[in-house]
T-cell receptor, first 111, second 115 residues
Framework: KNEVEQSPQNLTAQEGEFITINCSYSVGISALHWLQQHPGGGIVSLFMLSSGKKKHGRLIATINIQEKHSSLHITASHPRDSAVYICAVLGRGGGADGLTFGKGTHLIIQP | DGGITQSPKYLFRKEGQNVTLSCEQNLNHDAMYWYRQDPGQGLRLIYYSQIVNDFQKGDIAEGYSVSREKKESFPLTVTSAQKNPTAFYLC??????????????FGEGSRLTVL
């Protein structure tokens, strides 16, 4: 089964700072998801990627398949970005539905 | 608007009681999932369904049951056999089944507390 590690576990930054959250996994994958969990508990899908880079507004996600590593970047961070960010990988085998989730990175952006 | 609706948002249960969590989607998705989230842990799969009248056990199915009588609905019953049911439960759906690269859509979650 794939091991998914996220770093850092907790991150507090000031408004406007550039944020990077990392995700590493142990076994080759088909795709990787970045999810955002709001304080109330609901989860929103941010990105799904299998190679290269994707950008949506102030969010950028990159993945390096060879190094088994992905990063989520937030430019010009804002307090509304405060949330838990979760990485999930879709393995080529193992797991009932193929998805393995990281434990999440708790981000707080202070005004 | 299309989406997933979970209810109730908060639920309290006495030990020994069964409780059913509702999950409804109007996205016309084939696949639906139930996940459990505990503090400090990643989401863990309880059950998933790829098609009406069919469902598969996930990694932690013991003490839970599901049904998929309609495409839109995938209720989860937490039975008295579940040893530690206090947790946050999330329902999700995707247009295609597992082991695909389809985007996941989640509900707002249901927090179950056993008293």
């Amino acid at each position: 089964k794939n091991e998914v590690e996220q770093s850092p576990q907790n991150l507090t930054a000031q408004e406007g700072e550039f944020i990077t959250i990392n995700c590493s996994y142990s076994v080759g994958i088909s795709a990787l998801h970045w999810l955002q969990q709001h304080p109330g508990g609901g989860i929103v899908s941010l990105f799904m990627l299998s190679s290269g880079k994707k950008k949506h507004g102030r969010l950028i996600a990159t993945i390096n398949i060879q190094e088994k590593h992905s990063s989520l970047h937030i430019t010009a961070s804002h307090p509304r970005d405060s949330a838990v960010y979760i990485c999930a990988v879709l393995g080529r085998g193992g797991g009932a539905d193929g998805l393995t989730f990281g434990k999440g990175t708790h981000l707080i952006i202070q005004p | 608007d299309g989406g997933i609706t979970q209810s109730p948002k908060y639920l309290f249960r006495k030990e020994g009681q069964n409780v059913t969590l509702s999950c409804e989607q109007n996205l016309n998705h084939d696949a639906m999932y139930w996940y459990r989230q505990d503090p400090g842990q990643g989401l863990r799969l309880i059950y998933y369904s790829q098609i009406v009248n069919d469902f598969q056990k996930g990694d932690i199915a013991e003490g839970y049951s599901v049904s998929r009588e309609k495409k839109e609905s995938f209720p989860l019953t937490v039975t008295s056999a579940q040893k530690n049911p206090t947790a946050f439960y999330l329902c999700a759906s995707s247009i295609r089944g597992p082991r695909t690269t389809g985007e996941l859509f989640f509900g707002e979650g249901s927090r179950l507390t056993v008293l």
